[in-house]
């Protein structure tokens, strides 16, 4: 809260903040510190291989992330972080700290969860599960904390080295394919303090954008009936169906569908249907994510659905109630931190893929029927505000672009043109496809923090944007209270059940070069013709 009162006060009184005592450097020495820390990255890429491989072998679904964080806050430990465990109440969630004295706060998060039903060998073209029906990494949250764990070991040691005052927060973005843990921790104060936010996420390119991003928010919402149970066949009259009710809300929401704004977007699971036929149903569940491009339409969205799930309950004689399993609000970054981001990205550039990488990028894309154009050679231009709203998927990095000037960098470690949340998309992501995307991330990374380190006023501006733009008109207001408990519950079931078989499967560094190696693939492996 500091940054945020200390800015107001200089804003209004027009005046320079510059808070923070860091020795001047030139831009010339602000340059070869940068180029030191690509370089320190650089020589540490088989450290940052081993960890994506790892994380990529453990496969674990959101709230369940229980081996990759003990291994990454292991790490994160020896080398001096201090390690905080059970972030709001969530059991796999955690803060790590390491301050070097006064100067900006700068939290490194991104994502370790995965994929139901996405388990998939690395290197192979064509589908090949490792465990038949188990999760995998197809989403790729097994690259982006080694991505900023490199990057901050980087920058660590050129701030010790230069006595360069400042903190580094690194922290794991828990269960975001269930968009259900960052609200509680901006709810629970654990980004007050802090002056700027990178998120890093995998993508097929080296990019970063400001300004409000295409996508949704959403709010994730189970609605649970209960009636009376009877037999079926006997006594059919004395049961009050949970699961017509719940039948009931889908179709009355099914014809919702037909009025709401091309924007707007919805699906549903039913999480509880019944136990058997001959038993009318006492309890039944289904759960929605209700989307919009702002605030407003979610909340109606909400407000619409919750009408429908009582009229439901009025129809079947049953009674209804409904929780928040999780949010995302529409994602607005930072135009300061994104512009000198993609600076450095320019400097980095894209990762130099070879012949194998190209091959087996264009036998995936052949396989699931697109155009096989192989892996990226051009950077993408700084991503611009949308000028026209774009519906499309959520993130709940969204809460934290709203409480603290943040960005996301997206890097190059997976193939373009295939489904997303696909074992598809599992394919590149413990292979040198990954492995590369992550080594130029964390490049990007590194310098962009140097910056903000090294330059102060940079922060200052960051906020200033965040203030006088961002949310000069609109103000965050979160969509869960200070009694929604956060669903830890959730996926403990399927882990269970998969957890002794993926085990067989995890990567032992000690033995194999690569996972890869472990597995016995052949790199690129594709479908002989």
Request: net charge negative.
């Amino acid at each position: 809260m500091r940054r945020k009162l200390l800015l107001t006060l200089a804003l209004a009184g027009g005046i320079c903040l510059s808070a923070f005592p860091q020795k001047k450097y030139t831009p010339k020495q602000i340059e070869a510190l940068k180029a030191e820390a690509a370089q320190i990255v650089q020589a540490n890429h088989k450290q940052s291989q081993v960890m994506v491989d790892k994380i990529f072998s453990f496969a674990e679904l959101g709230f369940q992330e229980i081996e990759s964080s003990k291994y990454l806050t292991g790490i994160l430990e020896q080398n001096g972080f201090t390690i905080e465990t059970g972030i709001s109440a969530i059991p796999t969630a955690w803060w790590a700290t390491w301050s070097n004295g006064e100067g900006p706060v700068i939290a490194l998060g991104s994502d370790v969860d995965n994929i139901p039903k996405a388990s998939q060998y690395p290197g192979v073209a064509y589908h090949k599960p490792m465990v038949e029906g188990a999760p995998g990494h197809g989403e790729g949250h097994n690259a982006g904390i080694p991505l900023n764990i490199t990057a901050a070991l980087a920058v660590k040691q050129i701030m010790e080295r230069e006595n360069i005052g400042g903190t580094l927060i690194l922290w794991p973005g828990i269960a975001e394919e269930l968009v259900a843990a960052k609200a509680w921790f901006v709810r629970d104060g654990k980004f007050d303090g802090i002056d700027l936010c990178i998120f890093t996420h995998v993508a097929n390119n080296l990019a970063v954008s400001y300004g409000q991003a295409s996508g949704t928010g959403l709010i994730s919402v189970e609605y649970t009936f209960s009636g009376d149970a009877a037999h079926s066949a006997g006594a059919p009259w004395r049961g009050k169906s949970a699961a017509d009710a719940t039948e009931l809300m889908n179709i009355g929401w099914n014809y919702k569908r037909e009025h709401l704004h091309p924007l707007k977007r919805s699906h549903s699971v039913i999480t509880d249907g019944g136990d058997q036929p001959n038993v009318v149903p006492s309890k039944a569940s289904i759960w929605y994510y209700f989307r919009d491009v702002k605030y407003d339409g979610i909340m109606e969205m909400y407000a619409q659905a919750n009408d429908i799930a009582k009229g439901a309950a009025l129809m079947t004689g049953t009674t209804m109630e409904y929780k928040v399993l999780g949010t995302a609000w529409p994602r607005h970054f930072n135009k300061v931190i994104a512009e000198r981001m993609y600076q450095n990205i320019l400097k980095v550039g894209l990762p130099e893929w070879d012949e194998n990488d190209q091959t087996l990028a264009k036998a995936v894309q052949e396989e699931m029927g697109s155009k096989p154009t192989g892996l990226a050679t051009k950077l993408d231009t700084l991503g611009l505000p949308v000028k026209e709203p774009v519906s499309g998927g959520s993130d709940d990095i969204g809460d934290v672009s709203w409480v603290v000037p943040t960005v996301t960098l997206r890097f190059p470690s997976n193939i373009p043109g295939l489904p997303g949340h696909h074992w598809s998309n599992a394919i590149a992501m413990a292979t040198p496809i990954a492995h590369k995307g992550v080594t130029a991330g964390a490049k990007a990374e590194a310098m962009t923090i140097l910056d903000f380190l090294l330059l102060p006023e940079l922060v200052d501006q960051a906020w200033d944007y965040f203030k006088n733009v961002q949310t000069k008109e609109e103000t965050y207001k979160p969509m869960i209270t200070k009694d929604d408990a956060p669903p830890i519950y959730l996926n403990e079931g399927i882990m269970k059940q998969f957890r002794p078989a993926l085990e067989k499967f995890y990567y032992d560094e000690t033995k194999y070069d690569t996972y890869l190696e472990q597995l016995g693939v052949t790199y690129p492996t594709v479908k002989k013709e």
